[in-house]
């Protein structure tokens, strides 16, 4: 029960609070001379059903307006007009034309008429505005859901678009479930059989889709408008919120049920409000000053995310702000981690200058609630703070860009590449050990949303962008990719078996890598993007996952399912318990060789590179060698004990299915004391003694 003793309301907790007999609504806004609360019983009403203006004395407390409202009920729609001065110049930008969402608000109810434009103009945009929602977060049954909490040297994650993963027609989903969370929950078996152990979802929080070029959506979701509720075009029902609410949580359990985490890709770095000539949809309209960095002329937003304006995340409204979203979606919606867009944006202060220990930072690693949750950094941003090997503390993971490209480099046989890929393999210790920190640290991976898929990573030289309609100019050019001879698609054999190759390389890099890997939806089954590597506004076949490749390509997902269970049963100890990767090289004795033993060449110009793992406690090795030459190399391997002993191929990459990749018990035999590795190939040999534990 409530202890509200009459219709003031209370401050705490910020948003919409329901109890038995009505809701308590708060929001802050220091600077306002006055607040209305506005209801509506539909998103598209032209008007307000019922206005409530608060008496600055009874309904505020401080910076805080509140009032309680009687008989308000889950589902109710509302928002805030908020009244005060509007002068640009001192940075304050309150419009009382303008309908406010709740920056607590749980839900977000998104009309027919929406328009991004008349929050850009003068005048009233009642009937266009988005419209907070009241939810009752008590209701949904999680039954006995708990966090899995996966150790990072045993997780391997898929970064996913939750509606491009089902959304095409060949996905095979019930036509009302397409582009949904609940589509997510019909295809866990897929994501089982593939060996992945954690999803990563781009952006899920609701996000303005009209902010992208004219005619096109914005499809990735990096331009947030609430930082609590989930986004509502992916539910089933778009026209109730809170059914959002409970089909997201739905896949959560129904994820955590398979033994998948959910790690949300989250954006506390900017907003979908733009520059001063965006929307007022938010936080612009409440508390400017408390919200955004501004330019010394504070009519101008300072940009450090590439957007338009970047949130002030020290100051102390937006960091509780931001702890507040992050304790919310791990205990109340149950995920598991977070990648943070643009983190490095932490690092700095109200002013927009690097600082050291940014308060932000220390409190999201220290707070009790996210103990247990999986902390990703993409630690730089577009300022050019660059912070990878030195964001956070051991808790924090990093996205490695200098593992994606290096190892980009290297297998398409630039020069100056050996040693980086040496460094990469074994946990970036050139980038992490200078900070004191222990290998682990970097998250591996070659492709994610930003850029090429992996496919048109070894098809096209150049970006093809031009769908976006911006002239081919969007998107980076540094893209490191190799198109193998031919620009795009290609029916000359050769050309198409040195992809595959290629493909199967990256994989075996990935995942055979100390840290803990990433993969990219589709890359298993060679999703294309027709070269494009900014498809961040295509909402179209160009972005979703067409399952047809399955079938097509099943050669390559094969090879990645069967890695990913090498990665995780890298050994077997005594009893037949399986060794993780990890684990099995934290015992093992390592030496680099070269196609002579113990030589390795980390010349300008090498392009091979071999290695060999050699684990006293399980008395067995492994031998990998890496040729991005675009000759055949003989390479020298490991004599081992006894005229009987024999080295077992595991994997060699120029080989077609399924002598690609052999479980040990399945894999050749390999005579003599050389082997040759084709062109742009890897291999990996195995050995044990017939005296060990391992077999």
Same mark, same amino acid.
């Given at each position: 029960?409530?202890?509200?003793?009459? #219709?003031?309301?209370?401050?705490?907790?910020?948003?919409?609070?329901?109890?038995?007999?009505?809701?308590?609504?708060?929001?802050?806004?220091?600077?306002?001379?006055?607040?209305?609360?506005?209801?509506?019983?539909?998103?598209?009403?032209?008007?307000?059903?019922?206005?409530?203006?608060? #008496?600055?004395?009874?309904?505020? !407390?401080?910076?805080?307006?509140?009032?309680?409202?009687?008989?308000?009920?889950?589902?109710?729609?509302?928002?805030?007009?908020?009244?005060?001065?509007?002068?640009?110049?001192?940075?304050?930008?309150?419009?009382?034309?303008?309908?406010?969402?709740?920056?607590?608000?749980?839900?977000?109810?998104?009309?027919?008429?929406?328009?991004?434009?008349?929050?850009?103009?003068?005048?009233?945009?009642?009937?266009?505005?988005?419209?907070?929602?009241?939810?009752?977060?008590?209701?949904?049954?999680?039954?006995?859901?708990?966090?899995? +909490?996966?150790?990072?040297?045993?997780?391997?994650?898929?970064?996913?678009?939750?509606?491009?993963? !089902?959304?095409?027609?060949?996905?095979?989903?019930?036509?009302?479930? %397409?582009?949904?969370?609940?589509?997510?929950?019909?295809?866990?078996?897929?994501?089982?059989?593939?060996?992945?152990?954690?999803?990563?979802?781009?952006?899920?929080?609701?996000?303005?889709?009209?902010?992208?070029?004219?005619?096109?959506?914005?499809?990735?979701?990096?331009?947030?408008? $609430?930082?609590?509720? =989930?986004?509502?075009?992916?539910?089933?029902?778009?026209?109730?919120?809170?059914?959002?609410?409970?089909?997201?949580?739905?896949?959560?359990?129904?994820?955590?049920?398979?033994?998948?985490?959910?790690?949300?890709?989250?954006?506390?770095?900017? !907003?979908?409000?733009?520059?001063?000539?965006?929307?007022?949809?938010?936080?612009?309209?409440?508390?400017?000053?408390?919200?955004?960095?501004?330019?010394?002329?504070?009519?101008?937003?300072?940009?450090?995310?590439?957007?338009?304006?970047?949130?002030?995340?020290?100051?102390?409204?937006?960091?509780?702000?931001?702890?507040?979203?992050?304790?919310?979606?791990?205990?109340?919606?149950?995920?598991?981690?977070?990648?943070? @867009?643009?983190?490095?944006?932490?690092?700095?202060?109200?002013?927009?200058?690097?600082?050291?220990?940014?308060?932000?930072?220390?409190?999201?690693?220290?707070?009790?609630?996210?103990?247990?949750?999986?902390?990703?950094?993409?630690?730089? @941003?577009?300022?050019?703070?660059?912070?990878?090997?030195?964001?956070?503390?051991?808790? /924090?993971?990093?996205?490695?860009?200098?593992?994606?490209?290096?190892?980009?480099?290297?297998?398409?046989?630039?020069?100056?590449?050996?040693?980086?890929?040496?460094?990469?393999?074994?946990?970036?210790?050139?980038?992490?050990?200078?900070?004191?920190?222990?290998?682990?640290? $970097?998250?591996?991976?070659?492709?994610?949303?930003?850029?090429?898929?992996?496919?048109?990573?070894?098809?096209?030289?150049?970006?093809?962008?031009?769908?976006?309609?911006?002239?081919? $100019? #969007?998107?980076?050019?540094?893209?490191?990719?190799?198109?193998?001879?031919?620009?795009? =698609?290609?029916?000359?054999?050769?050309?198409?078996?040195?992809?595959?190759?290629?493909?199967?390389?990256?994989?075996?890099?990935?995942?055979?890598?100390?840290?803990?890997?990433?993969?990219?939806?589709?890359?298993?089954?060679?999703?294309?993007?027709?070269?494009?590597?900014?498809?961040?506004?295509?909402?179209?076949?160009?972005?979703?996952?067409?399952? #047809?490749?399955?079938?097509?390509?099943?050669?390559?997902?094969?090879?990645?399912?069967?890695?990913? %269970?090498? %990665?995780?049963?890298?050994?077997?100890?005594?009893?037949?318990?399986?060794?993780?990767?990890?684990?099995?090289?934290?015992?093992?004795?390592?030496?680099?060789?070269?196609?002579?033993?113990?030589?390795?060449?980390?010349?300008?110009?090498?392009?091979?590179?071999?290695?060999?793992?050699?684990?006293?406690?399980?008395?067995?090795?492994?031998?990998?060698?890496?040729?991005?030459? /675009?000759?055949?190399?003989?390479?020298?391997?490991?004599?081992?004990?006894?005229? $009987?002993?024999?080295?077992?191929?595991?994997?060699?990459?120029?080989?077609?299915?399924? @002598?690609?990749?052999?479980?040990?018990?399945?894999?050749?035999?390999?005579?003599?004391?050389?082997?040759?590795?084709?062109?742009?190939?890897?291999?990996?040999?195995?050995?044990?003694?017939? +005296?060990?534990?391992?077999?």
């Amino acid at each position: 029960m409530r202890d509200i003793t009459d #219709d003031r309301g209370r401050p705490y907790p910020l948003g919409a609070t329901v109890y038995p007999d009505g809701t308590n609504f708060s929001i802050l806004s220091a600077s306002a001379c006055g607040m209305q609360l506005v209801l509506f019983d539909h998103a598209d009403d032209r008007a307000a059903t019922r206005t409530i203006t608060l #008496d600055p004395v009874r309904n505020r !407390t401080s910076h805080y307006w509140h009032i309680f409202l009687p008989g308000i009920k889950p589902g109710q729609l509302y928002g805030y007009r908020a009244d005060g001065p509007h002068d640009p110049a001192a940075g304050q930008r309150f419009d009382p034309q303008k309908v406010l969402l709740d920056p607590y608000g749980k839900g977000v109810s998104v009309g027919q008429s929406y328009s991004r434009a008349a929050a850009c103009m003068p005048g009233d945009n009642a009937s266009t505005s988005m419209k907070s929602v009241v939810a009752d977060l008590s209701l949904f049954d999680w039954e006995d859901d708990k966090p899995i +909490n996966r150790l990072f040297r045993d997780t391997v994650i898929y970064e996913m678009h939750v509606a491009g993963f !089902t959304r095409h027609t060949s996905s095979g989903v019930a036509a009302a479930n %397409r582009g949904t969370y609940l589509g997510v929950v019909e295809k866990i078996p897929y994501l089982q059989s593939l060996g992945i152990t954690a999803v990563e979802l781009l952006p899920v929080f609701q996000f303005d889709s009209a902010d992208a070029p004219s005619g096109l959506a914005n499809y990735w979701g990096y331009d947030p408008v $609430s930082f609590f509720a =989930p986004h509502l075009a992916y539910s089933t029902n778009t026209d109730d919120p809170v059914d959002c609410l409970d089909e997201f949580r739905t896949m959560v359990k129904a994820l955590h049920r398979a033994g998948l985490e959910v790690i949300l890709d989250v954006v506390y770095n900017h !907003t979908a409000e733009g520059d001063e000539r965006g929307p007022t949809i938010c936080f612009r309209g409440l508390e400017n000053t408390f919200y955004y960095m501004l330019e010394d002329n504070r009519a101008h937003y300072a940009d450090f995310t590439g957007t338009g304006n970047t949130l002030k995340s020290n100051h102390s409204v937006v960091k509780r702000l931001i702890l507040d979203s992050l304790k919310y979606w791990v205990s109340e919606m149950h995920v598991d981690g977070f990648r943070f @867009d643009l983190a490095s944006i932490f690092s700095r202060s109200d002013s927009g200058e690097p600082e050291l220990n940014a308060p932000i930072i220390w409190e999201i690693d220290s707070d009790p609630v996210l103990a247990g949750t999986k902390l990703i950094a993409e630690a730089w @941003d577009s300022g050019g703070l660059y912070q990878v090997g030195s964001f956070g503390q051991d808790k /924090w993971k990093e996205w490695n860009g200098a593992y994606r490209d290096d190892v980009k480099g290297f297998l398409k046989a630039d020069s100056n590449t050996a040693w980086k890929l040496h460094n990469r393999i074994i946990g970036s210790p050139d980038i992490y050990k200078c900070g004191h920190r222990p290998t682990g640290q $970097s998250i591996n991976y070659i492709t994610c949303h930003d850029g090429f898929t992996l496919n048109d990573l070894v098809s096209f030289n150049s970006k093809h962008n031009d769908q976006n309609r911006s002239q081919n $100019s #969007d998107g980076t050019n540094a893209n490191l990719s190799w198109n193998c001879g031919t620009e795009g =698609p290609s029916t000359n054999p050769a050309v198409e078996h040195l992809r595959i190759r290629q493909i199967k390389n990256f994989f075996t890099l990935v995942l055979f890598s100390v840290g803990t890997p990433m993969l990219l939806m589709g890359d298993e089954v060679r999703r294309t993007q027709q070269g494009n590597n900014n498809a961040y506004c295509l909402d179209n076949e160009v972005s979703w996952f067409d399952w #047809d490749l399955c079938k097509t390509n099943a050669e390559i997902f094969r090879f990645v399912q069967e890695l990913i %269970r090498l %990665r995780q049963h890298f050994d077997r100890g005594a009893g037949g318990n399986a060794i993780p990767l990890e684990d099995y090289l934290s015992n093992a004795h390592i030496k680099w060789h070269g196609t002579v033993l113990d030589k390795p060449d980390w010349g300008a110009d090498s392009h091979s590179i071999a290695v060999s793992f050699h684990n006293h406690a399980l008395n067995n090795m492994r031998y990998i060698a890496i040729n991005s030459y /675009w000759n055949a190399l003989e390479f020298e391997i490991p004599p081992l004990p006894g005229s $009987s002993s024999r080295w077992i191929r595991m994997i060699d990459t120029s080989l077609g299915s399924p @002598d690609d990749i052999a479980e040990v018990e399945r894999g050749s035999e390999i005579m003599g004391s050389t082997y040759v590795v084709n062109p742009h190939s890897i291999v990996m040999l195995h050995f044990a003694s017939l +005296n060990g534990d391992s077999q």
